[in-house]
């Protein structure tokens, strides 16, 4: 083999092993940049899992809380209340323009 042939076969195999270095490197930004991603993963799983737990807590709450309330079985309309709230009307009160009286004194209060 000639010197120049030799050095051909060296510069290939130089320029070879530079690519596979650049390969190698790249994989390993890919992989660290993989293993932050399933941390996060996991993470925000564990976070979906308590806040679900906790959400599971208080819907158990509310059916207790709810289970107070009977509902009939047959209870088709459920917008028409089933009792009518009775509400108590007062007579108008007069009203005076002044609300002292004639003594200075404030209506309804005692002078001491």
Do not use: C, W
Not at 48 to 58: D, F, H, R, Y
Not at 63 to 91: E, G, M, V
Request: glycine share 6%; charged share 20%.
């Amino acid at each position: 083999m000639s010197s120049k042939k030799t050095a051909g076969l060296v510069q290939e195999i130089t320029s070879a092993s530079e690519e596979q270095a650049t390969g190698a490197k790249q994989i390993a930004e890919a992989m660290n940049q993989l293993s932050k991603t399933i941390q996060q993963n996991a993470s925000a799983s564990e976070e979906l899992s308590a806040t679900a737990e906790e959400m599971s807590g208080q819907a158990l709450e509310l059916r207790q809380t709810l289970s107070f309330f009977k509902i009939s079985a047959n209870a088709t309309d459920l917008t028409t209340p089933r009792y009518a709230i009775k509400t108590r009307t007062y007579p108008p009160q007069a009203h005076t323009s002044n609300s002292t009286d004639r003594g200075g004194h404030e209506q309804g209060f005692s002078r001491f």
